[in-house]
């Protein structure tokens, strides 16, 4: 089984620990893993925004580094939601049959963290150890696009030490949505903010969520307001282990 990861811009450019997270827990289960050197952006900032024809050499270098694996795993439901539902919408739009041909081969592929571990490896327990009080922010693309559904919960629950607590209204958005925070940056922080509050309220320790931009998002206004609450990564948590899970919960975006 040949499995790529495909780290994303935001972890490759602000947050590699994440990415270095995934290769820890998916050598732990005996999955030897590839790092595409060629592999950059998914392309969704450009098809968010409507440039879908400016996507197109973007999805063009996605197919070229990541064909003919079996498996591409991904700390993003972000990221897999744009491979997965509009690289097709890309590659019609190029008028290219040769690209829409590798799409269609391609985006099937890709899974985010916590599908690849239980769908494909079928498991729950990857040997994690994590000793504090965490909270889950089920994030939009997750939710939505991709319908992880209680994946990154039961992954979380097979951690040693972790006590997981309900994070009240947890399916609503954080906010960030990428261009979103962008374009209605008033918007978008008034939304953080009523996420950052339930998770004060949650008595948690540590925010977990599979994508950085969440965190990113969320931990920046918890950091503002002076809360003692830090996030980390899904991929960060399953990685831990007895001896750095406590040097791991002192980390935050």
């Known amino acids: 089984m040949r499995v790529a990861v495909m780290v994303t811009c935001l972890n490759d450019g602000l947050f590699p620990d994440a990415g270095r997270a995934v290769v820890t827990v998916l050598r732990r289960l ?13 392309g ?15 999805v ?8 003919g694996y079996d498996h ?5 439901g972000s990221c897999v939601g744009s ?13 290219d049959p040769g690209l829409r041909r590798a799409v269609a081969a391609t985006s099937p592929r890709i899974l985010e963290l916590s599908e690849f571990l239980v769908d494909v490896l079928g498991v729950t327990d990857v040997g994690a150890t994590f000793r504090h009080t965490v909270t889950l922010h089920p994030t939009c693309h997750s939710l939505r696009l991709l319908r992880v559904g209680d994946r990154p919960a039961r992954l979380l629950r097979e951690v040693r030490g ?15 949505g990428g261009t979103f ?3 209605n940056p008033a918007v978008s922080v008034a939304m953080g903010r009523d996420k950052a509050r339930a998770v004060e309220a949650s008595g948690a320790e540590v925010l977990v969520a599979g994508d ?27 990685a831990a282990t007895e001896a750095d899970a406590p040097v791991a919960a002192e980390g935050g975006r």
Do not use: W
């Open 162 to 176: 972790l006590t997981l607590v309900e994070l009240a209204d947890a399916e609503s958005c954080c906010g960030f």
């Open 30 to 42: 005996g999955v030897e893993v590839e790092f595409p050197a060629a592999q950059t952006c998914c």
């Open 60 to 67: 063009r270098t996605f197919v070229s580094a990541f064909g």
């Open 212 to 238: 950085s931009s969440c965190l990113m998002h969320i931990g920046g206004l918890l950091s503002r307001a002076g809360s003692a609450v830090r996030v980390l990564h899904l991929a960060e948590v399953l």
């Open 44 to 58: 969704q900032p450009m098809t968010n925004s409507g440039y879908l024809r400016e996507a197109v050499p973007v």
């Open 83 to 95: 491979v997965r539902h509009q690289h097709a919408l890309v590659a019609r739009r190029s008028g």
């Open 72 to 76: 591409i795993v991904a700390p993003s």
């Open 181 to 183: 925070a962008v374009k």
